[in-house]
Nanobody, 122 residues
Framework: QVQLVESGGGLVQTGGSLRLSCAAS????????MGWFRQAPGKEREFVSRISWRGLNTYYADSVKGRFTISRDNAKNTVYLQMNSLKPEDTAVYYC???????????????WGQGTQVTVSS
């Protein structure tokens, strides 16, 4: 029983930055792999990034490597996605998710947030 709430989305220009936050309720947060996914209009939900329990291992989709950084603060039950050098193709609804046996497949995640809109203008 974990509830996730994303925040931090908004409208930015190409090259701008946003930091997304995902606040989790529940005392099992620290044992979950946390991931970020995004879904653009008319497209499938795609993997963006994930982070291991301790935050020591991070993974990124090739499309965001070098631009996005995932981190977590287990004491605050929060995971972050720092997004820099944003491009119009980053426009999507961004979701955070948690799972105990999760990788980059959305099906491996048990808990999902409501999503936050990120729009990058050209």
């Amino acid at each position: 029983q974990v509830q996730l709430v994303e925040s931090g989305g908004g409208l930015v220009q190409t090259g701008g930055s946003l930091r997304l936050s995902c606040a989790a309720s529940g005392r099992t947060f620290s044992s979950y792999v946390m991931g970020w996914f995004r879904q653009a209009p008319g497209k499938e939900r795609e993997f963006v990034s994930r982070i291991s329990w301790r935050g020591l291992n991070t993974y990124y989709a090739d499309s965001v490597k070098g631009r996005f950084t995932i981190s977590r603060d287990n004491a605050k039950n929060t995971v972050y996605l720092q997004m820099n050098s944003l491009k119009p193709e980053d426009t999507a609804v961004y979701y955070c998710a948690g799972g105990q046996r999760a990788y980059s497949d959305p099906g491996g995640y048990d808990y999902w947030g409501q999503g936050t809109q990120v729009t990058v203008s050209s």
